[in-house]
């Protein structure tokens, strides 16, 4: 079965490092997807992707954050000078199709686990 | 008030049971819902979408209140597997950017 996968699994950092996670998404699809969880907390959306460009973000996404599509697989979450409030589990997503006929499903990564000391 | 509300839990039952839940959405224009179920420490998994009318696949059913706001899970017949932590997802827009609730935590019991 096809997968979205990530790496690193876990990477432990200092703060005010720079950190850049990989996602390789489902090959044949279209819209990439990075949410985080914070430990104990609920999933958040941070920033979908479609067509090399940024589609929607959230207010988490600001300048420390970027997404890049450097090649035809590979997705990445750059954080530029990582804080201690950083630390989460950063999941990748795609999808194949947007949710308009409802019909489309999104793929989670296993995550990276992002520690800031 | 919270986008995506659930009842944490923990609903503690033992194997075939049936357990039931709900989550409450806050805007009234959303467009997709979902049930996610997560592991502990894994990604989601999506383990239905809801729909209109209600829908069931296999031991376990959805409801769709839009005049109320809320959805509901029904799981039959519990196994120890179906323990996991049950999540709430709206999408306001047919675009992913999903709202997840925090999660309902169900244990099943030998």
């Known amino acids: 079965e096809p997968e979205v996968t990530q790496t690193p699994s876990h990477q432990v950092t200092q703060m005010g490092q720079e950190v850049i996670l990989r996602c390789v998404p489902i090959?044949?699809?279209?819209?990439f997807y990075w949410y985080r969880q914070i430990l104990g907390q609920k999933v958040e959306f941070l920033v979908s992707?479609?067509?090399?460009?940024?589609?929607?973000k959230s207010e988490i996404f600001d300048d420390q954050f970027s997404v890049e599509r450097p090649d035809g697989s590979n997705f990445t979450l750059k954080i530029r000078s990582t804080k201690l409030e950083d630390s989460a589990m950063y999941f990748c997503?795609?999808?194949?199709?947007?949710?308009?006929?409802?019909?489309?499903?999104?793929?989670f990564g296993e995550g990276s686990r992002l520690t800031v000391l | 008030r919270k986008e995506v509300e659930q009842d944490p839990g923990p609903f503690n039952v033992p194997e075939g049971a049936t357990v039931a839940f709900n989550c409450t959405y806050s805007?009234?224009?959303?467009?997709?819902f979902f049930w996610y179920r997560q592991d502990c420490r894994k990604e989601p998994k999506l383990l239905m979408s809801?729909?209109?009318s209600g829908n069931e696949d296999g031991r376990f059913t959805a409801q769709l209140n839009r005049a109320s706001q809320y959805i509901s899970l029904l799981i039959r017949d519990s196994k120890l597997s179906d323990s996991a932590t049950y999540l709430c997802?709206?999408?306001?827009?047919?675009?992913?950017?999903?709202?997840f609730g925090a999660g309902t935590t169900v244990t099943v019991r030998a």
């Open positions: 997503a795609s999808s194949d199709t947007g949710l308009a006929d409802n019909t489309g499903e999104l793929f």
């Open positions: 090959s044949n699809h279209l819209y």
């Open positions: 992707f479609y067509n090399n460009e940024i589609s929607e």
């Open positions: 805007n009234s224009a959303s467009q997709s």
């Open positions: 809801v729909y209109s």
């Open positions: 997802v709206v999408d306001r827009s047919n675009d992913y950017k999903l709202s």
